[in-house]
């Protein structure tokens, strides 16, 4: 085996663990992150098949754009204190 195929496959294992702590966790800003390490190892994919363009725009468009707009999205939506309950006051 090839340093190379141990790489690769590594980064596939950790694609696939950060997709599915993605999915399965609670907390939304946890989430986001593992989105970003799931996205980033998508794109040390696409520099191992030698298509740094595509690892480029894959690190600027989905990690630099739609990361950022998830995180904006949960700090401005996130409750600032309070239990949370509506009273008919």
């Not at 696939?16 to 989430?31: E, F, I, N, Q, T």
């Amino acid at each position: 085996m090839t340093t190379e195929t141990i790489a690769f496959g590594l980064f596939a294992l950790l694609t696939v663990a950060c997709s599915l702590g993605a999915v399965l966790v609670r907390d939304v800003w946890h989430s986001a992150l593992l989105l970003g390490g799931s996205l980033m190892s998508f794109a040390v994919h696409y520099v191992m098949l030698q298509a740094e363009f595509v690892a480029a725009m894959q690190i600027l468009v989905y990690v630099g754009g739609v990361l950022i707009l998830i995180t904006f999205a949960v700090m401005l939506t996130r409750q600032t204190g309070g239990t949370g309950e509506v009273t008919n006051a």
